[in-house]
């Protein structure tokens, strides 16, 4: 453990990341440390264990100076370990974690699994000896097995076979996991290479969902990434469209052609504040406050949109599809009572799958237009054809 | 040399040869499942900590914008993550109360098919907490009634109800709910229903059934018994059996 020393997480120039793993133990010889529960990092060069929580606390350990390895499997309640026993330490090493141990070996105990993975290449990598030169094209044999146990000696050629498959796929993936670190290193990375990113998380993500149904338990979470995924290219905001009533329209018109399907979908109706969280989420990190939607909203009548603000007298707020125009609901509903005989606004909301707020409510403007007449008696408020009109 | 026909040991060999390929197989597809569980999380851990620190950058410009949200809309992580300044705080300002609203109402719009638009503060809380992924600041009960305040203009549609010592949040209004219609159907058989059968049947929480049938009680869709044994029952009048009929 005293061959350990701090860093501060940084790759050398010519050094390059190889493998991962979270949730990795480090324990000196037989005994715990305080490094419990980290992110195992195997690059050319070294091993590097980061703090899951404090992310500033990383300790390194060259790979030059590990003798051989070995495995520990994972018992009933052990987690499968790898055993590195280490050279002893040289004097004017920097600064580490421990001053002095009593052990010549550390142990990397993995909670999350990975282990039979980040062995392979751990071995792969104290064979090659890439920090020795960077020049030195990888994995050319250098004859010596530096210690390695049981080393076979493989050529990075492709194998025929399981094997040769295993291999493939184990290339496949650390070509991966580096592409992923090197594109995430800083912003200007990730920008250029953000089309391919896009792609790959986006295979990801269809890989998982395909084994395992989707891409998380948490109900939130598929939610969001369903919203997100509705993103709009091209948000109106007050830097493109100036202030004032010019802004208000063309973000009128933009959340009309944003939700009139949704809207739809859902019955005719949704929520002011289910509004603003579908809209933000599809702007993405555009915010648009609350009052700017409502001002938008309040709009959208004048500007004939298919979509309209209408406030009920309980003081609830609704974006409402323009497809339930008053004169066409009133004259469906009136069809509808017309063919039962008779109806309540109970049986009315069961029939169209609407809220009973909502049903009475149409009745009522039903008769108000003249279309039914009401029987109002004890056990409720009951609606007939409006004979008067019809038959007289 | 004519071959000699396959004897039953070679069978067996054959049969015995086809199970471990098979297990070695499934073996290969379950790393290869982990291994992209690693990338997942990879990709999520990155995609946090750039939301977090560069925000500004990313929103400057509109492609890489676009290409970001894509990234987080495949992983499923929050691209909002401001934290609450010492401004917020303070004054309520900067766009950390307006991310938690958005935050807030849509963990409401994800679980309302479960509770019908009812959900306790506590609960919330913990699922905007998870929701905000592992860069995200502790958030208080105190933080999310002010994130609910700034909704307050647009209207009651989202509301807070004082029960108890807690709150309930209520996020689908009466106008839209169709506990009420599920309520009825659930009545359709017997003419009644009781609490209990709610909360059995339908696996609703007791708050969300005393809710629908008070609601329905105070429109006069439902009369109360009272003398229905240990609980009280609920008739729907336009449901109640017609009796003259079958007497004939």
Excluded at chain 1, 144 to 159: D, E, M
Aim: glycine fraction near 8%; charged fraction near 25%.
């Amino acid at each position: 453990m005293d061959r350990f020393s701090w860093c501060d997480g940084s790759l050398f120039p010519d050094e390059q990341l190889v493998e991962q793993q979270g949730g990795v133990a480090v324990y000196d010889g037989h005994d715990k440390t305080p490094f419990i529960s980290g992110f195992l990092m195997l690059t050319t060069h070294r091993l590097l264990w980061r703090d899951q929580k404090n992310r500033n606390c990383v300790i390194s350990l060259p790979l030059s100076i590990i003798l051989g390895l070995d495995e520990q499997p994972s018992g009933f309640t052990k987690s499968a370990k790898i055993v590195a026993h280490l050279q002893s330490p040289s004097p004017g090493q920097p600064p580490g974690p421990v001053t002095h141990s009593a052990h010549s070996f550390i142990r990397l105990s993995f909670r999350e699994l990975g282990q039979q993975e980040f062995f392979r290449s751990l071995k792969e990598e104290v064979k090659k000896k890439r920090w020795e030169s960077q020049t030195q094209q990888s994995g050319s044999s250098s004859a010596s097995g530096s210690g390695s146990s049981n080393s076979q000696g493989l050529l990075p050629r492709q194998r025929p076979g399981i094997v040769g498959i295993e291999r493939s796929i184990q290339a496949k993936n650390k070509e991966t996991n580096k592409n992923i670190s090197q594109a995430f290193q800083d912003l200007k990375n990730l920008m250029e290479k953000a089309k391919d990113m896009v792609n790959l998380s986006k295979t990801i993500a269809t890989k998982i969902k395909e084994k395992q149904g989707d891409i998380t338990e948490d109900e939130t979470v598929r939610f969001k990434s369903y919203l997100l995924s509705m993103g709009i290219s091209n948000p109106v905001t007050r830097e493109t469209h100036g202030e004032g009533d010019k802004y208000y329209s063309e973000l009128a018109r933009q959340l009309a052609t944003l939700l009139t399907k949704p809207i739809e979908e859902t019955g005719g109706m949704m929520t002011l504040t289910d509004v603003y969280c579908r809209v933000n989420r599809a702007r993405g990190m555009e915010l648009l406050s609350p009052e700017d939607l409502l001002h938008a909203c309040e709009l959208m009548e004048f500007l004939r949109l298919p979509i309209r603000l209408r406030t009920f007298d309980s003081g609830v707020s609704v974006l409402q599809a323009q497809s339930q125009n008053e004169e066409e609901v009133v004259s469906e509903t009136c069809a509808i009572v017309e063919k039962q005989g008779n109806l309540t606004s109970e049986q009315l909301s069961q029939l169209l799958g609407l809220s009973v707020v909502l049903a009475k409510e149409r009745l009522l403007m039903a008769e108000k237009m003249g279309g039914v007449c009401r029987d109002e008696t004890v056990e409720g408020l009951n609606f007939y054809p409006n004979r008067f009109l019809t038959e007289a | 040399m004519s071959r000699r026909p396959a004897g039953i040991a070679a069978i067996k060999n054959k049969s015995l040869a086809q199970a471990k390929y098979k297990d070695k197989g499934s073996a290969i597809a379950d790393s290869q499942f982990a291994q992209m569980g690693k990338q997942m999380e990879m990709f999520k851990g990155n995609l946090e900590d750039f939301a977090t620190k560069h925000r500004d950058d990313i929103r400057k410009d509109p492609e890489f914008r676009l290409q970001f949200q894509e990234m987080c809309a495949s992983i499923g992580v929050d691209p909002l993550a401001s934290s609450k300044g010492f401004w917020a705080e303070m004054l309520g300002v900067g766009d950390f109360y307006y991310e938690l609203g958005i935050q807030i109402v849509e963990v409401c719009m994800a679980t309302s098919k479960r509770n019908g638009g009812l959900i306790s503060i506590e609960e919330l809380r913990r699922k905007v907490e998870a929701s905000r992924g592992r860069n995200s600041q502790a958030i208080s009960i105190d933080d999310l009634l002010r994130a609910i305040k700034k909704l307050k203009i647009l209207g009651n549609g989202f509301s807070v109800h004082k029960v108890g010592g807690s709150f309930l949040v209520q996020s689908v209004p009466g106008e839209l709910t169709l506990d009420h219609t599920v309520v009825l159907q659930q009545a359709q058989e017997k003419g009644n229903v009781t609490k209990s059968d709610l909360v059995n049947l339908l696996s609703w929480e007791e708050e969300r059934a005393r809710r629908a049938l008070d609601f329905m009680v105070k429109e006069g869709l439902a009369w109360v018994d009272h003398q229905s044994g240990n609980e009280h029952s609920f008739w729907f009048p336009s449901l109640i059996p017609d009796f003259s009929n079958s007497l004939n």
